[in-house]
């Protein structure tokens, strides 16, 4: 299975600024994605990176605020733009190499706090 | 709408006694189905996954879950619980055309010695 790196692994960041997550994968991968956490939930989907072209983003979620890019088939940012107390949460990278089962392999995340 | 249920937010076992980790599906078709463990300040690890085939399926650390079509569930068992199984645990399901995959809300084990 792929290894995954993020970065940072936390950090705590004043309301109005910005963070990007970086996600460096140990071999080349066909999709990535990155998910929201928030403190005892379970995973919400924030978007699919597509390598050379804009992120595919769920609902209820925007690149104004999550802008993503995919320069390549083993790195990806998300930047939490803007931030208040409320996107406080752990940021985790997937990604999946298998076109058979949709299997996915996730980050250590990042532990994001906002004051 | 396709979705997953964890119906049980926590679940308490004695060690060395059998645990079951219940999970239910709503997923168009022949779906995938996983589970994963999140222990505390970590990511997620894959334990098992359902792709076809036999309806037990064997994972890591001594898990392993049965699909069942006609109960559209997928739990996870381990006929003896260790304290260090103690964690959070998700369900997850996908459809064959889609590459996203949906989570369930989890459950948290907890093995008490």
């Known amino acids: 299975s792929a290894v995954i790196s993020q970065k940072p692994s936390r950090d705590i960041c004043q309301r109005g600024t910005s963070l990007t997550i970086q996600c460096q994968v140990d071999s080349q991968v066909t999709m990535m994605f990155w998910y929201r956490q928030q403190p005892g939930q379970s995973l919400t989907l924030i978007a699919t990176?597509?390598?050379?072209?804009?992120?595919?983003?769920e609902s209820g979620f925007v690149i104004d605020k999550f802008p993503i890019s995919r320069p390549n088939l083993t790195f990806s940012t998300l930047t939490v733009s803007n931030m208040s107390p409320e996107d406080s949460s752990i940021y985790l990278c997937?990604?999946?190499?298998?076109?058979?089962?949709?299997?996915?392999?996730f980050g250590p995340g990042t532990r994001l706090t906002v004051l | 709408a396709q979705s997953v249920a964890q119906p049980e937010d926590q679940v308490n076992v004695a060690e060395g006694n059998p645990l079951t980790v219940k999970c239910t599906y709503s997923?168009?078709?022949?779906?995938?189905l996983f589970w994963y463990v999140q222990y505390p300040n970590r990511g997620l690890q894959f334990l098992l996954k359902y792709i076809t085939g036999d309806n037990l399926v064997k994972g890591s650390y001594g898990f392993e879950a049965e699909f069942n079509k006609s109960q559209t569930s997928f739990h996870l068992k381990k006929p003896s619980a260790l304290v260090s199984d103690s964690a959070l645990y998700f369900c997850?399901?996908?459809?064959?055309?889609?590459?996203?995959?949906?989570f369930g809300s989890g459950t948290r084990l907890s093995i008490r010695p």
């Open positions: 997937s990604v999946s190499d298998s076109p058979y089962d949709n299997e996915q392999f």
């Open positions: 990176a597509n390598q050379g072209s804009e992120a595919t983003y």
């Open positions: 997923v168009s078709g022949n779906p995938y």
């Open positions: 997850a399901g996908a459809t064959r055309s889609a590459s996203k995959i949906i």
